[in-house]
Nanobody, 111 residues
Framework: QVRLVESGGGLVQPGGSLRLSCVAFGVDFSADTLFWYRQTPGKQREAVATISPIGTAMYEDSVKGRFTASRGDTKNTVYLQMNNLKPEDTAVYYC?????WGQGTQVTVSS
């Protein structure tokens, strides 16, 4: 069964850090570009980062310099390191590859 599982979300104070993980089952991350999206209530999902099969990452302007997407040592794990988090980063974060979505993980940035 093809599926993606995100984890690592939680509650963090402004300025804090979190690392999200996306683990694939039945999908090879090395075969396609992976996307990290986020969504807040009432808004469309927006892509915040992508990472290519060779590990090249690109970022949406609001997260540049704060978020880092990377591939794990195994072929089926990708990470999103999020530093200097801001309240506006609060959202459900999803990973997507080859048309497959994960279930999302909630990130809340609040004091």
């Amino acid at each position: 069964q093809v599926r993606l599982v995100e984890s690592g979300g939680g509650l963090v104070q402004p300025g804090g850090s979190l690392r999200l993980s996306c683990v694939a089952f039945g999908v090879d991350f090395s075969a396609d570009t992976l996307f990290w999206y986020r969504q807040t209530p009432g808004k469309q999902r927006e892509a915040v980062a992508t990472i290519s099969p060779i590990g090249t990452a690109m970022y949406e302007d609001s997260v540049k310099g704060r978020f880092t997407a990377s591939r794990g040592d195994t072929k089926n794990t990708v990470y999103l390191q999020m530093n200097n988090l801001k309240p506006e980063d609060t959202a459900v974060y999803y990973c997507r590859i080859s048309g497959v979505w994960g279930q999302g993980t909630q990130v809340t940035v609040s004091s």
